[in-house]
Nanobody, 124 residues
């Protein structure tokens, strides 16, 4: 059974930082692309950042470039999202996702495995 478990969400003031983590278990292959998405109330789920299986390629939504950094530790099956200079518009539930092959895709339908989500709230 595949499980993706997120941690690290919380409440932070604008300009602050948070670090999200996502640990995977049961994935059928160690060669997998991982990504973070977010969903604010009343909005569609949107791509935030992605990283290929060896960490060699990363991609970011324009809204977070220069502020967020995605990284992975394959020895621990964990992906991190370091979020700096947070803004109130970053408030959302953040979801970790995984797909077994291929490039980083921004569409959520490309990802077969999902975590339960962690709430990030940025106050102004």
């Amino acid at each position: 059974q595949v499980q993706l478990v997120e941690s690290g969400g919380g409440l932070v003031q604008a300009g602050g930082s948070l670090r999200l983590s996502c640990t995977a278990s049961g994935l059928p292959s160690s060669i997998n692309t991982r990504a973070w998405f977010r969903q604010a109330p009343g909005q569609e789920r949107e791509f935030v950042a992605g990283v290929t299986w060896n960490g060699g390629t990363t991609d970011y939504a324009d809204s977070v470039k220069g502020r967020f950094t995605i990284s992975r530790d394959n020895a621990k099956n964990t992906v991190h999202l370091q979020m700096n200079s947070l803004k109130p518009e970053d408030t959302a539930v953040y979801y970790c996702a995984a797909k077994l092959t291929g490039a980083i895709i921004s569409g959520p339908q490309a990802y077969a495995y999902w975590g339960q989500g962690t709430q990030v709230t940025v106050s102004s």
